[in-house]
């Protein structure tokens, strides 16, 4: 899942995003509402994590843009100002969700994760390919009944092939969905992380590398396993 902070209280931005981060999502954070704008237009975010006060660009003003745009990304609006009103406000925006400052970190999350799961088109609750389980809840996967322990990177390739339902995913695209954007567009990084992958989900093979395209799960595998 891939998410924007916008909010220009820098210790609170990087807090929220190290947060999200060890709950294995791939956060971006732009310090003000016209680098926000600018980053929610270029890269395609699952949900924006939007302060409602800030420089540049208002949060109403990016929250108006995003919906008006047709995009599916989500939006969970922050603003200091807990009253009725201004949540019905801020919900009148179009923003999804409101959560109003000092809030629980774990709230937080949990919003976030609800969102993300709406933003994205509707798949089973439970992935699977062959005999092995995906659950995006529980961040668990099992090969055979066994659990498989992988990392948050390593996880994160691995839902987004199943969720493909057998369509390729570029390098490219792995590298928008699960990696943030401090990474080098010119990494091995996804190569190198395919084959931990690869090495920890064991045989028979369940990912295809296509040449020049991408790599996916056919989706024969998927079907075998409904």
Not at 46 to 59: E, F, W
Not at 133 to 156: C, I, M, Q, W, Y
Not at 164 to 189: C, H, K, M, Q, Y
Request: proline share 4%; net charge negative.
């Amino acid at each position: 899942m891939r998410v924007l902070v916008v909010e220009d209280e820098r210790h609170l931005a990087d807090a929220i995003a190290r947060g999200l981060r060890r709950h294995g999502l791939a956060v971006d954070v732009a310090y003000d509402g016209s680098v926000g704008h600018e980053m929610a237009f270029v890269t395609r975010y699952d949900v924006v994590v939007l302060d409602r006060d800030l420089p540049g660009m208002h949060g109403d003003q990016l929250c108006a843009a995003l919906v008006g745009s047709g995009a599916l990304t989500r939006v969970l609006m922050l603003t200091a100002s807990g009253s009725v009103a201004e949540r019905v406000e801020g919900l009148r925006l179009g923003a999804d969700d409101y959560l109003p400052k000092p809030f629980a970190f774990d709230e937080l999350v949990a919003r976030v994760q609800a969102l993300g799961r709406r933003a994205t088109p509707v798949t089973p609750p439970v992935l699977r390919a062959g005999d092995l389980e995906l659950d995006p809840a529980k961040r668990s996967v099992t090969r055979g009944g066994v659990l498989v322990d992988l990392t948050n990177k390593e996880f994160g390739v691995l839902e987004e092939l199943l969720r493909a339902r057998g369509g390729v995913v570029s390098t490219e695209e792995l590298l928008e969905r699960v990696w943030d954007a401090n990474t080098d567009p010119f990494t091995t990084i996804v190569r190198v992380t395919m084959r931990t992958l690869r090495m920890k989900i064991g045989q028979p093979g369940l990912i295809e590398t296509l040449v020049g395209a991408g790599y996916r799960i056919p989706s024969a595998a998927q079907d075998g396993a409904a």
